[in-house]
């Protein structure tokens, strides 16, 4: 049985929204849902998320929510109704301000939980949480749970942690992976990254890839060989 395949978004990792437009209308008819992270909702504001609208295209705003349950269910609420159709929130903000977000968004805007950073290691957390941390993968675990069980529609996970997450949560939970890179390229600054092709055969509901593709000599080609590896790895 063939496997859905993953829907693939381009991370706008902008300032400019003249910048990311520039690649929106370069890719045309490869990507049809963008991702607007914070640097680009502070610089451009809303107009980033109706240009894209604009075009037809889906968005799913980054902005990782974590406030007061009423705070989140407002600017869930916003982020619906500008037309995102995704939107994340942090799960250690707890079950109720995930379920006024899931609440505020509503059925047009699906919510996805982060549950730890991958930028934090056992250290860091111990520090943070006045514990100690010996299993990150059981907190993004314990974390999913929660979430999942505030209604959220799903997380935002390392490639590393899919598995386990599909395991304990099973198939109707989404997961959306960042940190995507080709087999042969440079890393940047990611620590834990998967290619296209491993991604979508862990079986990843939605993959987003930045500077792979907004920072190639050719975004197209980029685009076309991330397409073309999850296309083959879904068949
Ligand atoms: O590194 P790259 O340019 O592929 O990053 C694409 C997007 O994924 C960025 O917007 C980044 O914030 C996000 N992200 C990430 N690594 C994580 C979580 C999110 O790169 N572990």
New binding site residues.
């Given amino acids: 049985m063939g496997r859905v395949t993953p829907r693939v978004l381009v991370?706008l990792?902008y300032s400019s929204l003249q910048d990311g437009m520039r690649l929106v209308h370069e890719l045309g008819d490869l990507c049809q849902f963008y991702?607007v992270?914070s640097e680009l909702f502070v610089s451009a504001g809303p107009d980033a998320v109706r240009s894209l609208r604009g075009l037809g295209k889906e968005v799913f705003l980054d902005l990782k929510l974590h406030d007061i349950p009423n705070t989140v269910f407002r600017a869930a609420s916003a982020c619906a109704t500008l037309g995102a159709s995704l939107v994340t929130v942090h799960a250690c903000g707890g079950a109720a301000m995930v379920r006024a977000a899931v609440e505020g968004a509503g059925p047009s805007c699906a919510v996805l939980a982060v549950t730890v950073l991958?930028s934090l290691e056992g250290e860091q957390l111990a520090e943070v949480w006045s514990r100690p941390i010996d299993d990150i993968g059981g907190e993004v675990l314990r974390l999913a749970r929660l979430a999942r069980s505030a209604g959220a529609a799903g997380v935002?996970c390392?490639g590393s942690d899919v598995q386990a997450i599909r395991g304990a949560l099973g198939e109707g939970f989404a997961v959306l992976v960042?940190?995507?890179r080709f087999a042969d390229a440079a890393r940047?600054d990611?620590r834990r990254v998967v290619t296209p092709r491993a991604a979508a055969r862990a079986g990843v509901d939605f993959m987003?890839?930045?500077?792979?593709v907004t920072s190639a000599p050719d975004p197209r080609q980029a685009m076309q060989r991330v397409l073309a590896e999850v296309e083959e790895a879904s068949c």
């Fill in positions: 991370a990792d991702k992270g991958t935002v390392a960042p940190g995507i940047d990611q987003v890839v930045g500077r792979i």
